[in-house]
């Protein structure tokens, strides 16, 4: 089995959730073996997405939404809402998102725009 390097967007553990990125490691086998859904996604370039949450799944409640970049890559923005650090992410990239709570992330597609598979895991990835 192999494993697979993982940003992970989540809440921080002030009074406010504010999102952050933490780096993880994920054994592949549980890209298929929590699998609820999958999709392959392309976004034109400079897409952008204002602040929003991971939030639950309405049939399956906590979830991870997966992004893996294939070609191009899109922007995270986490962190403080006045003062948002935006972290890029480019082709080979893995991105969880489980920040259900707090005021959110933000998202931009980069100049070239993004192809990627878009999956939804059962569960929360441990962080």
């Known amino acids: 089995m192999s494993e697979i390097k993982i940003s992970i967007v989540c809440c921080d553990d002030t009074p406010e959730q504010h999102?952050?990125?933490?780096?993880?490691?994920?054994?592949?086998?549980?890209?298929?073996?929590?699998?609820?859904?999958?999709?392959?996604?392309?976004?034109p370039p400079h897409e952008a997405k204002g602040l929003h949450n991971a939030a639950a799944?309405?049939?399956?409640?906590?979830?991870?939404?997966?992004?893996?970049?294939?070609?191009?890559?899109?922007a995270v923005l986490v962190g403080d809402p006045e003062d948002l650090q935006e972290t890029y992410f480019g082709a080979g990239s893995y991105v969880g998102f489980i920040d259900a709570e707090g005021p959110g992330h933000a998202s931009k597609v980069g100049p070239d725009g993004v192809k990627k598979t878009f999956r939804i895991l059962k569960g929360h990835l441990e962080v």
């Open 19 to 43: 999102s952050k990125i933490v780096a993880a490691t994920i054994d592949e086998s549980i890209l298929t073996s929590r699998l609820l859904d999958s999709a392959e996604q392309t976004l």
């Open 57 to 74: 799944h309405p049939e399956h409640g906590l979830v991870t939404y997966l992004q893996q970049v294939n070609e191009g890559g899109f």
